[in-house]
């Protein structure tokens, strides 16, 4: 049942958590559990899948708000799911992968996950950025309903910040939500050097040095839609986005 709490006000306001949907896709008895305790602990209500076509049927019925998604599933594999999740709704999704494997990471990240963890991994850490996903989905309906105004335009690339649109030679790029964030940020200071950490902190509210890996993958997967020579990598530092001379 959904946790609900009475203001000074005498209105009915959420908890932490509480009303948000998360669905978990895990075919490990033992990690499906745990993520699912940990997630009701922490307020938010918890269907769980074992299997790719039990996860797409669940999702379609039940409308998550946020889906915990294992790469290796029986029946089809998460990116799979991804696909035909994303073609019902878009919806966030953390990508849980057993291997350390970039081109996994990035493949995933193409399909529409905004954020991959490896296993093994800390539930605490797991909950954080279950929250990260939530806020950044909370601050994209409210920028959506108070636009900045205009286009960003940078040489022959665009920025709707009111529509959320990148084009590029006036031709539209499907960014993730993350991936928007993200060349967002490093549009705000173009040509300027914005470390991992900085990224970190700002894109995914996330200060722990142990996600820098998240940044490089997500940098990766934004050069193969705007180009690789649009984003400067400043060796031991972080990244800045290149812009034309004056």
Known sequence: MEQTHTSHNGATAAMPGAQRRVLVVE???????????????????????????????????WQPDLLILDIMLPGFDGLEVCRRVQAQRPV?????TARDDETDMLVGLGVGA???????????????????LLRRVERAALAATTPRSGILRLGELEIDHAQRRVRVRSEDVHLTPTEFDLLVCLANTP?????????????????????????????KALRRKIGAERIRTVHGVGYALETPTP
Do not use: C, N
């Not at 905004?114 to 990260?132: C, G, I, N």
């Open 27 to 61: 075919d490990d008895p033992t990690i499906v559990d745990a993520i699912a305790a940990r997630l009701r602990a922490e307020g938010f209500v918890v269907q769980t899948a074992m299997d790719g076509p039990s996860a797409v049927d669940t999702a379609q019925a």
């Open 92 to 96: 966030p999704v953390l990508m849980l």
């Open 114 to 132: 905004d954020d991959y963890m490896t296993k093994p991994f800390s539930m605490r850490e797991l909950a954080a950025r279950v929250h990260v």
């Open 191 to 219: 040509r300027a050097v914005l470390s991992r950490e900085q990224l970190l902190a700002e894109v995914w509210d996330w200060a722990d040095a142990s996600g820098t890996r998240t940044v490089d993958s997500h940098i």
